[in-house]
């Protein structure tokens, strides 16, 4: 079989430029889902033909089949069951309520997910500071905590550990990234609580007033699903090959090798059936968000494929050998590209320095690594609005609620590289 061209990668960067500066400079024309699909279309067809022609289909079926559908059915679970609990309720915005607030999103980003986890508890947050003048810091920690970092635990927490798992990772793997979890969220609660306790000092004694006289208790609406989301961690966790080795089989029959996927599109129709219309219609539930997740990843799995490719025919001449290597490019690109094709990228390359996998690998390549690789995708992440999915929608909620949020280059500038990068250079000096 020939090998595979450079100039394959071609589509795999624009389609990564187009997602990065489109909405930058054309936002009108790429908030439109038919826009995206236009554009993804115009990449990913020709890539697809190119590929079947040359003879790799089965790389492409790989991508598409093996990674694509059990990707975008696990985000649309989460995403439809996360959308059926409402948290209403407002209570004293005090600097120990709003970290208690981050340090719970911080958790339950690795067990619900980091989209999850940020939906709903973004609004009850903002709900809760209304009354506060300053409170951009909030979100801007609410971003880096919720929306990233605490989704490092399991594979349900960001999507790159999701596709990590899908190639070969065991669940409880991740588990083994507490320490780094741990470290990290704590020194940045700890920034946090001191931040807000200068900056609440700072509120005018009206606010202050307010916030202390205009209460309404917390009341938790489709507690129904919160049922669900168990079933989809233990879905994650025992339908895999691991323990059912006939779904890795390519022979396997159609309801044997997508087992979790079906399972997971039954706990959809549940959610979907029993949490009331008009509680999802309050929580401003629409499927809009993640039409438009499906229409960029199919263009970004297909022409992923051939970069992949060549990424494992090349690693060694990339001079990538270390942890700390893998951690800063693997973080880099997260910082500005999607971190799960960036977490992919990075796992080839690995592979193709090891094309065989020795006793004690996971993923087929060493721990460290895969460390490096999961914890530079998931914690960049939070270095720029367009790092993470959630990061964008978190700021257009906060702006809906009147916060004023600073722009693209003022969060790097005035949050992510003065108070983000020292943590995460610090966690890589004493873990990696």
């Known amino acids: 079989m020939q090998p595979i ?49 040359a003879g790799f ?57 980091t989209t999850g986890a940020a939906m709903l508890l973004i609004r009850p ?10 409170k951009t810091h909030t979100v801007l920690f609410f971003i880096a905590m919720v929306a990233n970092a605490g989704g490092v635990l399991t594979p349900l927490g960001d999507p790159p550990l999701f596709l990590l798992y899908l190639r070969g990772a065991p669940f409880i793997w991740f ?18 609580a001191i931040w807000d306790s200068i900056m609440i000092k700072k509120e005018p004694l009206r606010a202050r007033k307010a916030d202390l006289i205009e209460h309404s208790p917390i009341r938790i609406k489709g507690r129904f699903n919160f049922a669900l989301i168990i079933v989809i961690l233990l879905s994650v966790i025992f339908l895999n090959q691991q323990y059912i080795p006939a779904m890795g089989r390519t022979d396997s029959f159609f309801l044997v090798r997508y087992l979790r996927e079906i399972v997971l599109c039954g706990v959809i129709f549940l959610s979907l059936h029993f949490t009331p219309q008009q509680l999802r219609k309050a929580n401003k539930f629409s499927f809009e968000p993640i039409l438009e997740v499906a229409i960029i990843f199919i263009g970004i799995f297909v022409t992923m494929t051939p970069a992949l490719m060549f990424l494992r025919e090349h690693a060694g001449s990339l001079g990538l050998t270390k942890p700390w290597q893998f951690y800063y490019s693997t973080g880099m690109l997260s910082s500005f590209l999607d971190n799960s094709p960036t977490a992919v990228a990075f796992h080839s390359v690995a592979t193709g320095l090891y094309p065989t996998s020795l006793p004690g690998f ?37 702006e809906q609620y009147g916060v004023k949020m600073p722009g693209f280059f003022g969060y790097i500038g005035k949050f992510s590289l003065i108070v983000l990068l020292p943590v995460f250079i610090l966690t890589q000096i004493i873990f990696l």
């Open 57 to 113: 289909g089965h790389e492409l079926s790989h991508q598409v089949l093996g990674d694509y559908i059990p990707f975008i059915i696990l985000l649309l679970a989460l995403f439809v069951v996360t959308g059926g609990i409402m948290i209403k309720g407002d209570i004293e915005a005090s600097p120990l309520t709003n970290a208690l607030i981050l340090g719970l999103g911080f958790i339950l980003a690795s067990f619900m997910g």
């Open 175 to 192: 588990s083994e990234l507490l320490p780094e979890w741990l470290f990290t969220g704590a020194i940045l609660l700890v920034i946090y």
């Open 362 to 398: 996971v993923a087929g390549i060493p721990p460290t690594l895969l460390k490096a690789i999961s914890l530079g995708a998931v914690f960049f992440g939070a270095m720029t609005y367009i790092g993470n999915g959630p990061n964008f929608m978190v700021k257009a909620i906060a």
């Open 5 to 53: 061209e450079a100039w394959t990668m071609i589509p795999f960067g624009i389609m990564l430029l187009m997602i990065a500066v489109l909405p930058l400079i054309a936002g009108k024309f790429w908030e439109s889902n038919r826009n995206k699909l236009l554009c993804t279309l115009i990449l990913a067809v020709p890539t697809a033909i190119y590929l079947i022609c």
């Open 125 to 134: 947050l903002l709900e809760i500071n209304k009354q506060r003048t300053h």
